[in-house]
């Protein structure tokens, strides 16, 4: 690895060959050796599985986790080359005296993995365990669905974080745990955790234009598109339209694409939405007497709006 550095004998920068394998610093014009024995603050991320077969002896473990009672720095007794135990009698001491945290740990794993494939942040995961590391303080979560359990803390997490998801988006990864599970869970939560405060859990209020970004994406719509879409949104909240904000946010879509060039049909609308197409009709039938109103100027006038269809015809 080659950088600059001031070289005493050369009296200038020079370019400086880094010795990971003896810790040293050598100039590259004159060989001085300017550092010797340098430690190696970086993450040590070689593993030796291709050398030892199915059994993978790294050096490093996984990061500390606060929620659990060791902060995730506990010892496993390794397997031996045939799936045995390395060293029995130190096996059966650890398996006799059980693991504490196996359950809030199966439940960790299971949060990450519905949280990987909603590609959602780590913040959103962390929150999420946060949320059910308070369920386990309060020992409420035995016989349980433990599907439905995460997935309601990922929901709950997503609206307190900013980043809401409709229930089906968090169904879809559920491991099939069905919406109505969800929606008691997510009940269930909010009840166990106002007891536990002795207020109640804010979750934050949803918006249309919480979705906007991901739909309009799914969809392959334009910029100008996309900008269309969310000041006619701050527009509609002027007005009492009595629809949930994703039926609003599909409607809106719906009606600027319209006005495009690249129209979307509903049916595809529906999908990105994850809304019925009848539901979207219905919303859309509330907005649109006031289309003139919500839609931007620059981007549709009075006469383009003529060709948006009659909700009514």
């Known amino acids: 690895m080659m950088a600059d550095t001031f070289c005493t004998d050369c009296k ?3 370019e400086v060959v880094f010795d990971h394998a003896a810790g040293d610093t050598v ?32 050096r490093v473990g996984g990061p500390v ?12 007794i390794s397997k031996g080359p045939n799936g045995s135990n390395g060293d029995s009698s130190l096996a059966r001491l650890q398996n006799r005296g059980g693991d504490p945290d196996r359950a809030i740990v199966l439940a960790f794993k299971a949060i990450t993995n519905m949280a990987d494939r909603l590609s959602l ?7 999420a365990s946060e949320i059910y590391k308070r369920l386990e303080d309060q020992k409420c979560t035995r016989g349980r669905n433990l599907d439905a359990l995460v997935a309601a803390c990922i929901y709950i997490a997503c609206r307190q974080e900013g980043k809401a998801r409709t229930v089906k988006e968090i169904c879809s990864i559920a491991n099939g745990a069905t919406k109505k599970e969800i929606g008691r869970a997510k009940e269930f939560i909010v009840k166990q955790l ?11 209020t949803i918006h249309a234009g919480d979705y906007l970004r991901r739909f309009c994406s799914n969809l392959g719509m334009s910029n100008e598109e996309i900008k269309a879409v969310q000041e006619t949104v701050q527009k509609s909240e002027e007005f009492d339209i009595r629809r ?5 946010a599909a409607a809106i879509i719906y009606m600027i694409t319209q006005l495009s060039d690249s129209r979307k ?14 539901t979207i009709k219905n919303a859309y039938k509330d907005l649109f ?6 839609i931007p100027e620059w981007y549709a006038k009075e006469k383009d709006l003529k060709s948006l269809a009659n909700p009514k015809s």
């Open 65 to 76: 986790n606060p929620l659990l009672g060791d902060s995730g720095l506990s010892t496993v």
């Open 27 to 58: 100039c590259s014009e004159c060989g001085l050796v300017l550092e010797s024995r340098s430690i190696d603050e970086t993450s040590e991320w070689r593993t030796f599985a291709d050398e030892s077969g199915d059994h993978d002896p790294v």
């Open 12 to 14: 200038r920068n020079t």
């Open 289 to 294: 007497p006031h289309a003139s109103k919500i």
């Open 194 to 204: 106002k007891v536990e405060m002795g207020e109640s859990m804010e979750m934050g």
């Open 265 to 278: 049909p509903l049916r595809d609308i529906s999908i990105a939405t994850t809304v019925a197409e009848g």
């Open 244 to 248: 949930s904000p994703i039926s609003i």
């Open 121 to 127: 942040v780590a913040t959103i995961k962390d929150r």
